[in-house]
């Protein structure tokens, strides 16, 4: 007999013999019929975990990482309103069970067995994933083990404070709202765990308000590897800036009061706080996992012996608002209720085709109110001399900063958020000023996590804020990598295009800069990125393309909810010249605001049809510089700037290059994983003959005069031009 078998029988003995496990003797004021409504919920719960496991057996179900032993979570749910968003723990479907008993016409059991059985109907995730979440319930999907999603529950309990000074156009979050997210002990010891708790005791140290309640059930084991006992408390119980309360899970009772508790604190003093509730995990980890062979028998039967829907029994007839015998009754009318719809669930559409299951990586358009752009007078209060200068051609870096300048004053909702933005104006001066011409609520100094910056964007862009965050480096990007991939690019995927986290997420990278930085202020790879599902990546080469790109990746994620990579080429940032000392001719004059760039739009310089240069960022200007030279070879060329590296502009390569005689790709990125290799796939399917490459070389970039050592250069762009067009040089 299976554990969840022994568990089941073991519950039905002892019920009837009335036979429970020691607990506090029910001494509170919880109406009878709450206490009931409670049980009902743990026990819709339970017994969605025993036909998740028989659903399974019968090749009909697909998920069976249970609940059991974390009931206690139905008392959260009831302790919390609806509005408060809740970031759940893979293991609270009574959380949602109980929430949704709070809201009419609610139907938890036949969704959450839709979604075991990975049913198309499914209304959260559409069958591509069993998660809990709900739009009504204001429950966004989680799939997350790792506590993953604690940086965003921070970035949302950010937005709250925030949008009662600027309230934002989509807000969904009322003033008065709170935000939960719950994990596991084991998840506890993740880096992301540690940074996010850390994150809300840094900004709630300095009195910003944070209205967050952290619930960490610990059941003691992560799998199979044990939590030290006391761990949890001695790491979280005297953090600076957060409140820590304690409950035991297995009673309902103590748990429902804590919680209510320890959301009044939160609620009250828009502090974050820490409910550490004892659990226990029964079934093992998952319908696979055999318990017994790495724990040893003595601790399962305890953990058995102490099962949350015992003590509620016990609770229930103590406090007279049921007797044994009719929880008996509940439990099994809930069992039966739960196999029927099972046997209808099983029957119910499923995704087939590929076009259906990435339906929803593209999330649905979003309506806005119409702008007709910042005034004149609000142009000219925000720029001062700045306005006389753009007269002028500019470096890149200045055209950006402008270009964020006039999207703030168009978009109220626009927020920046990143290390050094504010007071210093950014490492390399792109963000100057607007700390000053927006405040420090718009333009945010963040510490110094980068999963914590984009945890505070993905949070903020769930209340209506469109959050533009920067990385300072992208070899700094990696330490937050997952928060893009596991989170942000999941969310329309995983919700069915219900829920959504827009943003502009810049990042300053690739190599060229002369004797600085080495590897980690000159990474070259964009391979994390590229193979990312649904996201965007913009890569403009001059300061203009910047300005006009950076306005299209705004209209992007404002009007189509999309999460956009912006990456700005560093060495171009301060690029003047670009033939010869002092000829300027790479700055550019500031576009005027109604100037956009369309996503898939390519530039091309020249017309020549001897060769088409495919490149982007730094390649088109050692590309044009080889141009140049190449003339005086008779090999009359062209240059197209991708400037959009994902989704790659297919149509427009294509088209711009059918005329020429022969193809070289120049990509800054190492030839191992870059974008070459699509682009010779590309041209290579389409039939082109004559197609080359020049690539960084698959090695980390060197600090000092060998910066360049390992990139492409004007020098090797000619002679692999001439080679391909069989010329001499």
């Known amino acids: 007999m299976d554990r969840a078998a022994v568990v089941h029988e073991n519950f039905l003995d002892r019920v009837s013999g009335h036979d429970f496990p020691p607990g506090n003797r029910f001494n509170a004021n919880v109406p009878a019929e709450k206490l009931v409504s409670l049980f009902r919920s743990q026990c819709l719960s339970r017994q969605l975990d025993r036909t998740s496991r028989a659903m399974q057996k019968e090749g009909q179900g697909y998920y069976t990482i249970g609940s059991s032993g974390h009931e206690g979570m139905a008392a959260v749910a009831d302790a919390l309103r609806v509005t408060d968003m809740a970031f759940l723990h893979y293991r609270d479907a009574a959380f949602q069970i109980s929430r949704a008993a709070q809201v009419p016409g609610q139907t938890p059991a036949w969704d959450i067995l839709l979604s075991f059985a990975a049913s198309s109907e499914d209304p959260i995730s559409g069958g591509r994933h069993k998660v809990l979440g709900s739009k009504s319930l204001n429950i966004p999907p989680q799939t997350s083990t790792i506590a993953s999603h604690l940086p965003k529950a921070v970035g949302a309990a950010y937005s709250i404070g925030m949008a009662r000074r600027t309230s934002p156009e989509h807000k969904c979050l009322p003033d008065d709202a709170i935000i939960l997210c719950s994990f596991g002990d084991a998840s506890s010891n993740h880096s992301t765990a540690q940074g996010a708790v850390n994150a809300a005791c ?11 309640l952290f619930v960490c059930e610990d059941n003691g084991i992560g799998i199979s590897t044990p939590t030290p006992q006391g761990w949890i408390a001695a790491n979280f119980a005297n953090r600076a800036g957060l409140k820590y309360f304690a409950c035991d899970g297995l009673d309902m009772v103590q ?33 696979s996992d055999v318990e017994a062979s790495y724990r040893n028998k003595d601790a399962i039967e305890a953990d058995e012996g102490n099962d949350p829907l015992l003590h509620s029994v016990r609770i229930l007839s103590e406090a007279g608002a049921c007797s044994p015998s009719e929880a ?25 085709r590929y076009t259906d299951v990435a339906a929803s990586l593209v999330p649905p358009p ?53 290390e050094d933005v504010g007071r210093k104006g950014g490492v390399y001066g792109v963000t100057q000023k607007l700390q000053a011409r927006f405040g ?47 989170e942000a690019a999941t969310l329309s995927f995983f919700s069915n295009g219900q829920y959504t986290n827009p943003m502009v997420l810049r990042i300053a990278g690739l190599g060229y800069q002369k004797g600085f930085g080495g590897h980690f202020h000159n990474d070259n790879s ?50 003047r010249d670009l033939h010869e000392d002092g000829d300027k001719s790479w700055m550019r004059l500031y576009p005027t605001p109604d ?57 427009a390569l294509l088209d711009q290059t059918k005329d020429c005689s022969a193809i070289l790709i120049v990509d800054e990125c190492r030839r191992t994983g870059s974008q070459s290799e699509a682009l010779m796939a590309l041209f290579t399917e389409a039939g082109r003959k004559r197609v080359a490459r020049v690539t960084a070389e698959d090695c980390f970039i060197a600090t000092g005069p060998a910066y360049a050592a390992s990139l492409p250069s004007a020098d090797g762009i000619v002679s692999a031009a001439a080679e391909l067009c069989e010329r001499k040089t």
Request: aromatic share 6%.
């Open 526 to 575: 964009l391979a994390v990125l590229r193979d990312i599902p649904g996201i965007i990546i913009a890569c403009p080469s001059n300061g203009a393309d910047a300005a006009m790109m950076l306005r299209e990746s705004v209209h992007l994620a404002r009007e189509e909810q999309r999460v956009v990579v912006f990456l700005e080429p560093i060495a171009l940032y301060p690029m």
């Open 440 to 486: 420090p609520d718009r333009v945010i100094d963040t510490l110094l996590d980068e999963q914590s910056i984009l945890g505070l964007a993905i949070g903020l862009s769930h209340n209506g804020f469109l959050p533009i965050p920067e990385i300072q480096f992208l070899a700094y990007l990696h330490n937050a990598e997952d928060q893009l991939r596991g």
């Open 255 to 287: 748990t429902l009061q804590v919680t209510e508790q320890t959301a009044e604190y939160v609620r009250r003093h828009r502090k974050p706080a820490f409910l550490h509730m004892r659990t226990v995990r029964l079934y093992g980890h998952a319908g």
């Open 595 to 651: 100037q956009h760039i369309s996503l898939g739009e390519v530039g091309v310089h020249g017309n020549g049809t001897d060769l088409a240069i495919v490149t982007y960022g730094n390649g088109t200007y050692l590309s044009q510089q080889a141009v140049k030279r190449l003339a005086a070879h008779e090999i009359n060329a062209r240059v197209i700037d991708m400037r959009w590296i994902a989704p790659l502009p297919v149509e």
């Open 202 to 212: 840094w900004t709630s140290f300095q009195s910003v308000p944070l209205p967050l």
């Open 366 to 418: 979003r309506k806005n109110q119409p702008t007709n752009g910042p005034s004149e007078a609000d142009r000219t209060a925000a720029f001062g001399a700045d306005l006389r200068a753009m007269s002028e051609p500019q470096p890149m870096n200045k055209l950006i900063g402008w270009a964020l300048t006039d999207l703030m004053l168009e978009h109220r909702e626009v927020v920046l958020a990143g």
């Open 328 to 352: 008996l009754e509940i439990y099994t009318a809930t069992g039966e209720l739960c196999s029927r719809i099972a046997a209808q669930v099983v029957r119910r559409p499923k995704l087939k």
